[in-house]
């Protein structure tokens, strides 16, 4: 990533931490600096997990992708900024599969509850990821790459645009109806996601996407309302405050059922 796109990046963090104070979309139920430390403390766990083994192997895998001419873009004879857009589009399809897969899989779950955990949904809750999550996601984001045929380039354009709107869609940011409206038609919003927050299932268990909205409205998992105003977020009923300690969200994929 340019010196540009990360002083853009950085910025646009800054704007969002800024406007979902200033515009609150949920009542918070954690109250207090204990949350936004576990949140950063898991973050900076997975952080270091992805620095240390994930980055390296993917960037090896796309390296390996591009010298072989191995996946579907080498193959396309279109202009570079459109095979470029496809390679970010098919990624991201991918990742909604992923998602998908770490709610209906019973192991992949074990992984991903640790996120879903959290009792409020904010900006913090983009750096609540266990870092087991990251590390059962490499053979797939492995697959991604070498069967799109993704280059470095790409790639990191993948990953940052991702991360931005992944910090956008956890930010408890209340816009206005008809721009959220609209924009929810192309790139998933604070109020799509919260549905994927809630602790009933059937909510839970929709908005899948975690960039463009279209996959979820192709496979028939789009959910734009649920009938009442206010989702309760959490990984269950009774997802109770003194379960998402640091060490207990920690334990949690290795618990014993
Ligand atoms: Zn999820």
Known sequence: MGVAARIALLLGIAALLWLERKRPLRKPVERGA???????????????????????????????????????????????????????ALMDYTLYWWHMLLHRVPALWRTHQPHHTDRDLDSSTALRFHFTEFLASIPWRCAQIVLIGVGQRTLSMWQALT???????????????????????????????????????????????????????????????????????????????????????????????
Do not use: M, Y
């Open 34 to 88: 204990k949350r936004l430390a576990r949140n950063l403390a898991l973050g900076a766990v997975t952080a270091a997990t992805v620095a240390g083994i994930e980055r390296p192997i993917v960037t090896r895998a796309s390296r390996i992708a591009v010298e072989r001419g191995w996946g579907l873009l080498p193959k396309l004879a279109v202009p570079i900024p459109l095979k470029t857009a496809i390679a970010l």
């Open 163 to 257: 991360f931005a709107e992944v910090l956008f869609h956890h930010s408890n940011l209340r816009l206005p109806r008809g721009l959220e409206h609209a924009l929810a038609w192309i790139v998933v919003t604070p109020r799509l996601h919260g549905i994927h927050h809630s602790f009933v299932r059937e909510e839970r268990d929709s908005n899948f996407s975690s960039g463009l909205t279209i996959w979820d409205r192709l496979h028939g998992t789009a959910r734009f309302d649920i009938g009442r105003d206010e989702v309760e977020i959490g990984a269950r009923e009774g997802n109770q405050l003194q379960d998402v300690t640091l060490s207990k969200t920690l334990a949690l994929p290795f618990e014993r059922t």
